[in-house]
């Protein structure tokens, strides 16, 4: 199986991205049973699956955006994947609303 990349854009600061993203994290965590680990401050590992799709990537954060690869679902659910990807994390990096709202608003 292939790899898909990723590139969500942000203008946040890096250390308020990282405590937004590990909303995210939990969130996945927690719905879906996929397993997170810090890299130091700049990214995380993510394994599991994911509505019955193996999951095995990883990301950065940069000043500017997330950048990130994994595994490729397929031609049938690239697409797919790739604005659910997009759609969250664009919403914990939503910089109009505050950390309490982007825990709120995940489901």
Do not use: C
């Not at 697409?79 to 664009?90: D, N």
């Amino acid at each position: 199986m292939g790899t898909m990349k990723f590139e969500v854009p942000h203008n946040l600061p890096k250390d308020e991205v990282k405590k937004r993203v590990e909303q995210l994290l939990h969130y996945w965590g927690s719905k879906y049973g996929v397993k997170s680990d810090w890299q130091g401050d700049e990214g995380a590992k993510l394994v599991g699956k994911v509505m019955g799709i193996n999951l095995d990537a990883s990301f950065v954060i940069t000043d500017k955006a997330i950048s990130g690869e994994g595994t490729d679902p397929g031609m049938l659910l690239r697409s797919q994947a790739k604005t659910y990807i997009q759609k969250k994390f664009g919403a914990v990096l939503d910089p109009s609303k505050s950390l309490d709202q982007v825990k709120g608003n995940l489901d």
